[in-house]
Protein backbone atom coordinates (compact mmCIF):
# COMPACT_ATOMS: atom_id res chain seq x y z
CA UNK A 1 0.00 0.00 0.00
CA UNK A 2 1.73 3.17 -0.98
CA UNK A 3 0.47 6.17 1.96
CA UNK A 4 0.58 10.10 0.97
CA UNK A 5 1.18 11.61 4.56
CA UNK A 6 0.69 15.53 4.71
CA UNK A 7 1.79 18.10 7.71
CA UNK A 8 2.83 21.45 8.07
CA UNK A 9 6.06 22.33 7.15
CA UNK A 10 5.88 26.33 6.18
CA UNK A 11 2.74 26.17 8.74
CA UNK A 12 4.96 25.55 11.56
CA UNK A 13 7.37 22.65 12.60
CA UNK A 14 6.16 22.45 16.34
CA UNK A 15 4.62 18.88 15.48
CA UNK A 16 7.52 17.16 14.20
CA UNK A 17 8.11 14.68 17.10
CA UNK A 18 3.95 13.34 16.16
CA UNK A 19 4.75 13.66 12.36
CA UNK A 20 7.83 10.94 13.37
CA UNK A 21 5.49 8.83 15.35
CA UNK A 22 2.84 8.36 12.74
CA UNK A 23 4.99 8.30 9.96
CA UNK A 24 7.09 5.54 11.75
CA UNK A 25 3.17 3.79 12.45
CA UNK A 26 2.39 4.02 8.95
CA UNK A 27 5.96 2.50 7.76
CA UNK A 28 3.85 -0.63 8.92
CA UNK A 29 1.16 -0.45 6.97
CA UNK A 30 3.02 0.26 3.61
CA UNK A 31 5.66 2.67 2.28
CA UNK A 32 5.23 6.41 3.08
CA UNK A 33 5.48 8.32 -0.17
CA UNK A 34 6.41 11.37 2.09
CA UNK A 35 8.65 10.05 4.98
CA UNK A 36 10.61 13.20 4.71
CA UNK A 37 7.78 15.21 6.56
CA UNK A 38 9.13 13.23 10.11
CA UNK A 39 13.32 14.62 9.22
CA UNK A 40 13.67 17.00 12.11
CA UNK A 41 16.01 18.71 9.92
CA UNK A 42 13.28 20.07 7.64
CA UNK A 43 12.61 23.75 9.04
CA UNK A 44 9.70 25.74 8.27
CA UNK A 45 11.22 27.47 5.27
CA UNK A 46 10.65 23.53 3.65
CA UNK A 47 12.71 21.70 1.45
CA UNK A 48 15.84 23.42 0.76
CA UNK A 49 16.74 23.28 -3.21
CA UNK A 50 13.56 22.62 -4.74
CA UNK A 51 11.38 25.18 -6.63
CA UNK A 52 8.11 25.29 -5.25
CA UNK A 53 6.46 23.94 -8.78
CA UNK A 54 8.82 20.85 -8.50
CA UNK A 55 6.86 20.15 -5.11
CA UNK A 56 3.85 21.20 -6.45
CA UNK A 57 4.64 18.34 -9.71
CA UNK A 58 6.05 15.72 -7.26
CA UNK A 59 3.33 15.89 -4.90
CA UNK A 60 0.42 15.92 -6.66
CA UNK A 61 1.60 12.91 -8.51
CA UNK A 62 2.66 11.08 -5.48
CA UNK A 63 -1.34 12.06 -4.21
CA UNK A 64 -2.41 10.53 -7.60
CA UNK A 65 0.17 7.29 -7.05
CA UNK A 66 -0.88 7.31 -3.73
CA UNK A 67 -3.89 4.69 -1.86
CA UNK A 68 -5.01 6.83 1.02
CA UNK A 69 -3.97 10.16 2.10
CA UNK A 70 -3.44 10.39 5.96
CA UNK A 71 -3.07 14.11 7.11
CA UNK A 72 -1.97 15.48 10.35
CA UNK A 73 -3.82 18.78 10.54
CA UNK A 74 -3.43 20.11 13.94
CA UNK A 75 -1.46 23.02 12.48
CA UNK A 76 -3.40 24.38 10.43
CA UNK A 77 -1.58 24.97 6.55
CA UNK A 78 -2.78 25.86 3.62
CA UNK A 79 -0.42 23.59 1.40
CA UNK A 80 -2.05 20.49 3.51
CA UNK A 81 -6.13 21.73 3.40
CA UNK A 82 -5.53 21.83 -0.57
CA UNK A 83 -3.50 17.76 -0.50
CA UNK A 84 -6.85 16.95 1.37
CA UNK A 85 -8.82 18.43 -1.33
CA UNK A 86 -6.71 17.12 -4.66
CA UNK A 87 -7.06 13.42 -2.77
CA UNK A 88 -11.05 14.00 -2.15
CA UNK A 89 -11.39 15.05 -5.79
CA UNK A 90 -9.59 11.96 -6.89
CA UNK A 91 -11.61 9.68 -4.39
CA UNK A 92 -8.85 8.94 -2.36
CA UNK A 93 -9.58 7.43 1.05
CA UNK A 94 -8.52 10.54 3.56
CA UNK A 95 -7.42 10.18 7.30
CA UNK A 96 -7.20 13.42 9.06
CA UNK A 97 -5.44 13.78 12.76
CA UNK A 98 -6.04 16.25 14.88
CA UNK A 99 -4.93 16.58 18.16
CA UNK A 100 -7.20 18.15 20.90
CA UNK A 101 -6.18 21.86 22.35
CA UNK A 102 -8.08 23.89 24.77
CA UNK A 103 -9.30 27.07 22.48
CA UNK A 104 -8.46 25.34 19.10
CA UNK A 105 -10.79 24.03 17.37
CA UNK A 106 -10.64 22.24 13.43
CA UNK A 107 -11.94 23.95 10.42
CA UNK A 108 -15.69 23.10 10.09
CA UNK A 109 -14.72 21.56 6.21
CA UNK A 110 -12.54 18.94 7.42
CA UNK A 111 -15.10 18.20 10.21
CA UNK A 112 -18.45 18.35 7.90
CA UNK A 113 -17.32 16.83 4.81
CA UNK A 114 -18.76 13.25 4.67
CA UNK A 115 -15.93 11.75 2.75
CA UNK A 116 -12.65 12.61 5.57
CA UNK A 117 -12.64 10.26 8.30
CA UNK A 118 -11.36 12.56 11.22
CA UNK A 119 -10.10 10.95 14.40
CA UNK A 120 -9.58 13.61 17.25
CA UNK A 121 -6.78 12.18 19.73
CA UNK A 122 -5.37 14.01 23.21
CA UNK A 123 -1.71 12.20 23.11
CA UNK A 124 0.16 10.88 20.98
CA UNK A 125 0.49 7.54 22.67
CA UNK A 126 -3.15 6.74 20.94
CA UNK A 127 -2.19 7.16 17.16
CA UNK A 128 -0.68 3.77 16.77
CA UNK A 129 -4.17 2.11 17.50
CA UNK A 130 -6.00 4.78 15.57
CA UNK A 131 -3.86 3.52 12.72
CA UNK A 132 -4.10 0.43 13.23
CA UNK A 133 -7.72 0.87 13.10
CA UNK A 134 -8.55 2.92 10.12
CA UNK A 135 -5.98 -0.06 8.16
CA UNK A 136 -7.68 -2.50 9.34
CA UNK A 137 -10.97 -1.89 7.75
CA UNK A 138 -9.06 0.17 4.58
CA UNK A 139 -9.78 -1.56 1.24
CA UNK A 140 -7.15 -0.17 -1.19
CA UNK A 141 -8.39 1.49 -4.03
CA UNK A 142 -7.64 0.94 -7.73
CA UNK A 143 -7.76 4.00 -10.32
Not at 58 to 77: F, G, H, K, Q, Y
Not at 126 to 136: K, M, R, S, T, V
Request: glycine share 8%; proline share 3%; charged share 25%.
Amino acid sequence: MKIYFAASIRGGRENQETHALVVSELQKHGTVLTEHIADKNLTSQGEVGYTEKYIFERDTAWIRECDTLVAEVTTASLGVGYEIGYAESLKKPILCLYRQTEGKLLSGMILGDPLIETQIYRASAELPDILDNYFAKLVPTKN
